[in-house]
């Protein structure tokens, strides 16, 4: 499971993909499908947590997907 004392740091969704280790289109269809990790529009553009992104993975990686 993610460190939960991580700091929460925000990323983009380029560096989001690269955690995830897919395509930057890949995460967008993903979040316009409502799948994929957390993420928050902050001045107008999509960034991610860190913490959560490792925390989603995680998460399907014990079968836990949607």
Do not use: C, F, H, N
């Amino acid at each position: 499971m993610a460190d939960q004392s991580e700091p929460r740091s925000t990323i983009e969704s380029q560096e989001a993909a690269r955690l995830l280790d897919i395509s930057y289109r890949t995460l967008t269809r993903w979040r316009q499908r409502g799948y994929g990790p957390p993420w928050a529009r902050v001045g107008g553009r999509v960034r991610y947590t860190t913490w959560e992104v490792r925390a989603w993975l995680d998460d399907q990686r014990k079968g836990g997907g949607r």
